[in-house]
């Protein structure tokens, strides 16, 4: 963005001064008026440079702005996703504890169960 303004600046300004060279070769007046048009049309041309290099860098400013903007709130929604991210992660890892623990509990009732038929089958073999 700045090297755009600069190419604009040089631009306008080597533009002022083949204007200004051009109209001193071709202008039918005295020195005297001369020197006062070239005078003044440079003033005019830096003027003008100045006008634009102070659009320039509003625009460039606005721009910063926004994007300073935009980047705060994807900060902000960031987090924000990242929080109910942890949550979700919290509550998926809570699920699957409780689903481990009950699998566990229902491999021990059905060990225990085995167990007991194992004991109850031996038990009438030696009656």
Known sequence: ??????????????????????????????????????????????????????????????????????????NARTKEKAGELGNKVSELTQHGVETIQSNKNRLQKAIDAGMDAYKEETGKEKV
């Open 1 to 74: 963005m700045a090297e755009n303004n600069n190419d604009l600046l040089k631009g306008l300004f080597i533009g002022g001064l083949i204007g200004i060279a051009l109209g001193v070769l071709f202008a039918p007046k005295s020195g005297k008026e001369t020197r006062e048009d070239i005078a003044r049309k440079t003033s005019d041309v830096l003027d003008k440079a100045k006008e634009e290099y102070e659009k320039a860098a509003e625009k460039a400013k606005l721009i910063y702005e926004a994007s300073l903007n935009d980047l705060k709130e994807f």
